[in-house]
């Protein structure tokens, strides 16, 4: 039978491998942190992204992991587009006039973001105010301004339930290049793209990021088109260097654990060994009885060590030793058997013998007598001494009731 223990562990392993069974086949719920990475693949990711501006631009695009301004003092000879996108842009003030002396000199800065920093916004004169939805699906519609890169129909998207757009903007030095709206019949006011011109370059800012993002881009093919036409603003000629530090959801190695945490099926496979080591612990870390070993017990050798000393005896010849011997462990006998004194031998005694031990007093004398005639003689042969034991033997035989 199963010990008790045993069956606890069973149930509770067929209780976590149903559990992992309906856990593994339950559907993913989405992922919607506003990640923004370029390797996420989840809703608000930027992977799709990242391979489209791979393909259009090729090895002109350089991915940089450093902070703008590290990056730029470090490499003060590079022109191009220093493209940044995450949910909020909040730059410091020495980032910002690092970027925007970068962008004077003749480069193009892209920024997307639902918000900006203060800083960004007093050097470039803009604010930004929040659009509310007016409807329970939380629709907005968005358009570029341009007729030729412009949709047939506004582009919808309703997993928001507010957006961000620009206020106000330096009129004489930006240009609206898209605008967004809660209804159909989109205003013009209401700018969520625009370009200024800054120096000898040009600052092209976004206040809807989403647009880049795996979701939007996948969700429909006018999505996909409004996505291409924002990047056309980016001349292909020329460099594009991506920033990857400024995201909400970057790597951080903080800990060799997280290579099993992030996969699913490493995670599930970390867990199960803990919880496997917890259950040995529980179970298998009790104080138990050391197995109490068995003890063969001794055998009883008297009756061979008998045989030995008489073998002994009898192969050098000393029957007469040996009779000495068997008489004096009879008359021992007789003692303890028949509570008589075996010194005196006469008719009283002969008399409690027989009557005790179910002999005639003639047989009882004649045995006696032998003894005692065995006793006296200097030498005995074997025949003697075999006749002698059988005498002592039918003796007792008899005396202990056995015919």
């Known amino acids: 039978m199963i010990k008790k223990g045993g069956t606890y562990i069973i149930i509770i392993v067929i209780t976590l491998v149903v559990y992992l069974a309906l856990e593994y086949s339950k559907p993913k719920q989405v992922n919607w942190f506003p990640s923004f990475a370029s390797h996420h693949k989840i809703a608000y990711g930027t ?4 391979d489209l501006m791979e393909k259009r631009f090729e090895d002109k695009m350089t991915s940089v992991y450093q902070p703008p301004y590290t990056y730029l003092k470090d490499n003060d000879t590079i022109t191009g587009t220093y493209f940044l996108l995450n949910n909020s842009l909040e730059l410091d003030k020495n980032e910002v006039n690092e970027l925007l002396d970068w962008t004077a000199k003749g480069n193009t800065l892209f ?100 647009a880049f993002t795996n979701y939007f881009i996948l969700q429909n093919s006018n999505n996909t088109d409004y996505t291409a036409a924002l990047l056309s603003y980016i001349d292909s000629n020329k460099n594009i260097y991506v920033d990857n530090h400024h995201k909400a959801g970057k790597k951080f190695y903080t800990s060799p654990m997280r290579v099993f945490l992030s996969a699913k099926e490493l995670k599930w496979a970390y867990y199960i060994a803990i919880i496997g080591a917890l259950l040995y612990v529980f179970f298998e870390g009790k104080r138990k009885q050391r197995a109490i070993p068995i003890v063969t017990p001794l055998k009883n050798q008297t009756l061979a060590f008998t045989r030995t000393i008489a073998d002994m005896y009898f192969k050098r010849n000393r029957q007469k030793e040996i009779v000495e011997h068997k008489i004096n462990f009879f008359l021992d006998y007789v003692r303890s058997k028949f509570h008589v004194n075996t010194l ?20 009882t004398r004649e045995l006696f007598s032998l003894l005692d005639q065995l006793l006296e003689q200097h030498t005995v042969t074997n025949e003697e001494l075999l006749s002698l034991d059988k005498k002592i033997e039918k003796f007792k035989a008899k005396a202990n009731g056995s015919k």
């Open 344 to 363: 005196e031998q006469n008719d009283d005694f002969y008399n409690t013998i027989s009557a005790r031990s179910f002999h005639t007093k003639e047989e």
């Open 47 to 50: 992977k799709v992204l990242n």
């Open 111 to 210: 920024l997307a973001g639902s918000s900006f920093g203060t800083s960004l916004k007093n050097e470039l004169g803009f604010k930004t105010k929040t659009l509310y939805s007016d409807d329970i699906q939380h629709q907005f519609y968005m358009q570029l301004v341009n007729p030729s890169l412009k949709n047939k129909k506004p582009i919808v998207f309703s997993k928001k339930s507010n957006v961000n757009y620009f206020s106000e903007i330096d009129t004489l030095n930006t240009t609206v290049l898209g605008v967004i709206d809660n209804f159909k019949t989109i205003s013009i006011k209401n700018a969520n793209v625009i370009k200024q011109d800054y120096g000898k370059g040009k600052v092209i800012l976004s206040t809807f990021p989403t």
